[in-house]
Every structure is written in C-alpha cells, then in structure tokens.
C-alpha cells in the first residue's frame, strides 16, 4: 500500500481560506479597536464617534506635582490693549490657531502660530471679532459678533496656511433680536450655535451639516431661557449649562428635552458642565455654592454635594485621573479634583482664564494680564 505524504491540492486550498478568514477576523478585531480609541494623534473624520468639540487633555505620571508656566506669549504686538482671545485650536499638530475679538473692524482676528517657535505664521480679519470656533480637520468654524454674519466656514490650506471662505450664514432670530452667538459646538453631525438671552426666539440653534461638512441654516431652534454657556456631549445625550434659573438641560439625539437641573433656593446661574458616568459636573456663577456634583441613577438627577470654588466656574475638563476646575478665584484659578471630588491641588495663575486647548501633556490657557492677552502654556 502506497503512503500519500504532503498535502493534496484540495488541503492546501481549504488551508489558505481558513487562514484568510482568520487574518479578516483579526484585521477587523484590531481596526474596529483602533477606531474606538480616543487618539490624539490621528483624530478620525467627523461621521466616526470623535467629537471635535470636546477637548481631550492628559498629563504624565506625577506631572500634577510639577506642572507650572514653561512659556509666555505675549500678543501685544499682534493685538490692542485689551481684546481678548477667545479660542484656541491646535492645528496638524504643529500649528496654534488663535481667535480674537477685538473692538477694532480693522484688526485681524485669526492668527496662526508655529507652535514650536511661536513665530506668526498668518492672520487674517473677519470683520468684528469673534465671539468662538470649531476646528474639524480643515473646515474652521467661527461665530461673528455681527448680527447680520453670524457663523461664517473657512477652508484652511495646510501647505501655506491661506484660509477662503466657504460660507456665511446669518440666522435671522438673532438679527431680529440684536443677540450675538456666543458658543459653536459639533453634535451629532450637526453645529449647534449658542446665544445670548434672546427675547424674541430661541437661544439654541441646530444647523445641519453636509457632505462637505459645510452648515445650512438653522433648522430648529430651541428655547432655552438664557444665555447658552457651555455644552458637552456624551453617549447621544448633550448637557447645557444655562444662565437662567434652571441651571441644566439634557436633550437627547433628537433635541428632545430629556431631563434638566434646577439648584433649590440657591443664586447662580449655569455656566459650565462636563459629564463622566454616571456623574455630572455642574458649575456656577459666584454664589453660595458653584459646584454641583450630581449622580444619574435609575434616569433620575440626584445631587451627591456642593462645593465652594470662590469664583465662578467657566470651564471643567478631565485630565486622566483628575477633573479640572478653571475658576474665577484669586489664587485658585485651577483646582484639581478626583473623580469623587476630593480635593488634590491648586493652580496660583496670573489671572481668569479667558479660554483654553490642550496638545498631548501640555495645557494652554488664555489670560488677560495688565490689560493685555496672553498665551501661557503649562506643563
């Protein structure tokens, strides 16, 4: 009897589609993890789940206990005495794109940045000032404080930095009413654009973006009561902060209000939120209390304690293990909290924290200092 030895034709075939479908199980399994991955480095488009209006900040082990001023830009040679900067957006990763609001209509109110040299690299003025942006890989998003322009669509060139127009959209309930946009946020493949109190309309706004990321105008608008401070956006369900009495909405994908917050016999009004489940972060106007720690259980808002910052809260942001509190407060301009909210460290900056980015373990924070913006990076 004859003794086949190797393999047939038909093992060999059946052999090598095993294998491929092994290597396809594997390539998706690592790409689909991939994808989920928050990465700084190589942001993902816009239909992915990123969200480009939320910041994603982290420090090194133990940099908490020496993260302190590395660098100063002074913008007096670029801007007049007094004009605040009101956004920053790390750009490609080597680039600072910064946006003012100026009083002047002849002054620049773009300004990108090498972000190693902090050497100009181009500016450019768009009428009035502006009041905030999104940046989404190319497209930058402003908010004109006309009432007659109110978010206009940019095109940035990375090869040479020059930026065109693409779009410029004026939403007429706010030019009725004189109201300014004050807040851009990118939720749910839509801009929503925040305003001040409006008393003729609504105060947030729903522009749905198209193929080419760029806005239509507003298709719904929403009454909010007050000025629209700050939004965050986490699983489906985005959080505003509200200057009214009822201090925080929460509307669901479809912009139905699904829950809202109103602090009980207390002064102070919303102007921050950030949610880490099943935790909210609520913070306030100078009050009795600015901070409200409160649980979502069993879909019902349960508040867990309130804190004393001594000054308004403006912005809350996650760093790693810590979340961070920019404050109004002499002396305590950052406050580093646990999750549980235990107290961890103090940040002595030289004034209020106007706006803020974050690049890889570096923060950066707007100021005004002696009546003049300043650029100060942290590390």
């Not at 839509?190 to 001040?196: A, F, T």
């Not at 879909?299 to 810590?322: A, H, P, R």
């Not at 404050?327 to 305590?332: I, R, V």
Request: charged share 20%; aromatic share 12%.
């Amino acid at each position: 009897m004859k003794n086949n030895e190797g393999f047939s034709l038909v093992e060999i075939i059946i052999s090598i589609a095993i294998l491929a479908i092994m290597f396809s199980f594997i390539f998706y399994f690592v790409s689909t993890i991939n994808l989920r991955a928050v990465n700084i480095d190589n942001k993902p488009y816009i239909q992915t789940g990123y969200n480009y209006s939320n910041k994603y900040c982290y420090l090194e082990d133990e940099q908490l206990e020496r993260l302190s001023i590395i660098k100063d830009l002074d913008m007096s040679t670029y801007i007049s005495t007094g004009t605040p900067i009101t956004s920053m957006n790390i750009f490609h990763k080597d680039r600072l794109i910064l946006t003012t609001n100026s009083a002047s209509t002849s002054e620049a109110d773009i300004f990108i940045f090498d972000f190693n040299s902090l050497n100009l690299i181009s500016s450019l003025d768009v009428g009035p000032g502006i009041n905030d942006s999104l940046l989404i890989d190319n497209t930058f998003y402003v908010l004109n404080t006309s009432v007659n322009s109110h978010v206009k669509t940019f095109k940035i060139n990375p090869d040479n930095n020059s930026m065109f127009i693409i779009s410029d959209i004026k939403i007429s309930e706010l030019s009725e009413s004189y109201s300014l946009p004050k807040k851009i946020y990118l939720y749910n493949k839509k801009i929503l654009i925040g305003s001040e109190k409006n008393n003729s309309g609504g105060e947030l706004f729903v522009l749905p973006l198209n193929e080419d990321n760029i806005p239509n105008s507003p298709a719904i608008s929403i009454e909010i009561g007050g000025q629209v401070n700050s939004m965050y956006e986490d699983n489906n369900s985005l959080y505003i902060a509200n200057a009214s009495d009822t201090e925080l909405f929460i509307y669901d994908k479809d912009f139905n209000l699904d829950k809202y917050y109103d602090a009980p016999l207390s002064l102070g009004n919303g102007k921050s939120v950030y949610f880490l489940n099943p935790h909210i972060y609520l913070g306030r106007t100078v009050s009795s209390f600015e901070l409200f720690f409160i649980e979502i259980e069993n879909d019902i808002l349960n508040l867990i304690d309130k804190y004393k910052t001594s000054g308004s809260i403006d912005f809350i942001q996650k760093m790693d293990q810590y979340i961070v509190i920019f404050a109004n407060s002499e002396n305590k301009e950052l406050q580093f909290f646990s999750y549980d909210m235990n107290l961890k460290k103090t940040l002595d900056l030289p004034s209020r924290v106007n706006t803020y980015d974050c690049f890889q373990n570096t923060l950066l924070t707007a100021h005004i200092i002696n009546n003049q913006s300043h650029i100060l990076w942290l590390k």
